[in-house]
């Protein structure tokens, strides 16, 4: 019969590469927490129109990637990012009313419908932090260097932190115009998806990837546009006040104007994580500030930032590790006595297993040094007196002892 195989774009995470995951949820929790940071998991699915309000209907995401279904006639979408979700939560269950700032981390699978390559799968998996309540730019710093910090935490260097401010609304609409005044003499020259980001959303031109696109962003008269100071001053000074902290942190930051972020709700700060080791998806980590997200999907008027990061490229970054092996494995032919000391160990607090199929002890031996770091062996004579003989796989060293003193380490 033939073999039914794994979606395109989608992957198993097999046991080998498991150490992996955990080490990064094991930090993500680590890291998360000593800035106060508590862990929320939403469904993987929410009412369609949460996407379509919370991330913006002129996004790529919500207009072309999104996996949609109908049950119930409800229109229902599988989460293509947690934000929108997270925000959900929030409003629902009266987070407001908690003392801000409110700081949740998640994690967990993502579904996009991309183009699979290398670092993009159609089901992916983010790590990523929300702060609520907070409109002072020392949140923006404080989430910066919690990213910065789990990165660290993950043994990862040689990466570079982008940093741009996309302002406040109104002042972002002074550049929208600028812009699209400069741009317009080239509309017949873009790409479709520019030509409709041109009317919907002017500041995602600058996000295109297409080639031909990003060179006419390049002539200097657009450069011109793109590299002035169009932020008001309020808006300044929230990112000078940034800036200046990550200078006390010592976190090093390059600012790129071109940094707009393919989601619609980002006002302010937007940052991105790029990693120097990886191809053409070297983006690890986007976040930004989002201060009309909870008022736009029905909330307070409640100023919120955070940022998530791809999984398996986090993953590709930090390479294998090695699987942890069974702590003890039972060699004795006498079947029962072999099922009540595997447990025994177990209930100890060991991992421990023996062979199930009762081979022959030199078969069992062989075996034992493949998946444990100890061979209790239990003989005849150590059945007899109580005790079993502790062998250290690694190095070969064994001793007798009474049963009830077996201790590994
Ligand atoms: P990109 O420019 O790489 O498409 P994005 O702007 O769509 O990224 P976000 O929505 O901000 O990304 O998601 C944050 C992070 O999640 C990205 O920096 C990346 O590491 C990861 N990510 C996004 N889409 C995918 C995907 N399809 N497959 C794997 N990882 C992804
Ligand atoms: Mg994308």
Redesign the pocket.
Known sequence: MAIIKVQKGTKDILPSEMPVWHFMEEKANEVFSKYGAKEIRTPIFEATELFARGVGDTTD?VNKEMYTFEKSERSLTLRP?NTAGVVRAFIENGMHRLSAPVKLWYKGPMF?Y?RPQA????Q?H?VGVEVFGIKQPSADAEVILMAVNYLKALGLNDLSVELNSLGCPECRENFKTKLKAVIKQYLNELCPDCQSRYEKNPLRLLDCKVEECKAIYAKPEIQEVIQSDFICEDCANHFNELKSYLNTLGIKYEINKLLV???DYYNRTVF?IKSNNLGS?N????GGRYDSLVKNLGGEDIPAIGF???M??LASLIGNKEEIKTKAFVVSNNMEEALKLTEELRQKGYSCEFDLTNKKFVKQLEKASKVAKYALILGEDELKAGEVTVKNLDTSEQKTVKREEIELI
């Not at 670092?119 to 159609?122: D, F, I, M, P, Y």
């Not at 983006?283 to 986007?286: E, I, M, N, S, Y």
């Open positions: 995401i990012e996009r991309e670092g993009r799968q159609r992916f983010q972020r393919g989601l991105e998806q983006a690890v980590c986007g998530a990061m791809g398996e490229r």
